[in-house]
């Protein structure tokens, strides 16, 4: 049975069928999912959704382009519901230099604040991160993040990067890219990287594996990319999807 680490099922992509779907995983291979926060809203709202579906758990954060108006109150609410029994890791949260806004400067803080919530709460954290390599990973080293661990989610760099991670005892999120054609350096990281630090996820409703690219996702698509793992690999899907759940369930120890 798989486990998709990370998924977005408040999303309103998912508005019109959101039930049937997440009542139909069990029966089609998959075992839980994790709803991961991008902001108060969505957090919220997984958290919700997760005591609604037993199979569901949650991530609570805010997306680092989301951090604009995030306030001291929001990260005590945080604090205060990361006790519950479906909330397994704080994310996801980092830095994302796409876009102009918010500043670098508040980024930054509000990535320090919650991986300082994730040491207070005891939880992993979920890490986003886009043409922001270098300062994410300073800023994990300079907040001993090792200290909670946890993933880089929907890892998007190289294998030098992915090894410098690795030694911080991160993991690294893997999905639907793996499988497309022109993701050459996404499966130089998956050769790169031991399987045992490989984690599966969707992002979803984002980034449909092959054959399903550009159509809404849903963790009904991870054997296609346990099948892209596996290829490269030179070992099985199901040994991929053994191996992957074995390490969501050491990462977050509340997903039972």
């Not at 069990?26 to 579906?53: C, D, R």
């Not at 604040?113 to 922001?132: C, F």
């Not at 090792?146 to 992915?162: K, L, N, Q």
């Not at 630090?197 to 009904?220: A, H, V």
Request: some cysteine; hydrophobic content about 40%.
């Amino acid at each position: 049975m798989i486990i998709d680490t990370h998924a977005h099922y408040d999303d309103e992509a998912f508005d019109a069928d959101r039930d049937a779907l997440l009542k139909s995983l069990n029966g089609n291979g998959i075992e839980l999912a994790v709803n991961a926060g991008a902001s108060m809203e969505t957090s919220k709202k997984g958290l919700a959704l997760s005591h609604e579906y037993p199979f569901l758990y949650c991530a609570l954060g805010v997306h680092p382009n989301e951090t604009g108006e995030l306030t001291k109150d929001d990260m005590e609410w945080i604090v205060r519901n990361a006790a519950d029994e479906k909330v397994v890791s704080i994310g996801e949260i980092g830095l994302d230099y796409h876009f102009e806004e918010p500043l670098r400067s508040i980024q930054k803080r509000w990535f320090a604040e919650q991986i300082a919530v994730a040491k207070r709460a005891g939880l992993p954290i979920m890490v986003h991160s886009r043409d922001a390599a270098q300062d994410t990973y300073d800023l994990l080293k300079a907040e001993h993040a090792e200290e909670t661990g946890g993933v880089i989610h929907c890892f998007s760099y190289g294998t030098d990067m992915a090894k410098k991670y690795l030694a911080m005892g991160f993991m690294i999120g893997i999905g639907g890219v793996v499988t497309f054609k022109n993701a050459k350096r996404m499966k130089e990281v998956v050769q790169a990287v031991p399987l045992e630090s490989i984690l599966l996820e969707t992002d979803c409703p984002y980034l449909s594996p092959e054959p399903n690219r550009g159509r809404r996702n849903s963790s009904l698509n991870l054997p296609y990319v346990a099948e892209a793992i596996a290829a490269i690999k030179g070992t099985s899907a199901e040994e991929v999807i053994c191996k992957t759940r074995e390490n969501a369930l050491r990462v977050f120890p509340k997903l039972r």
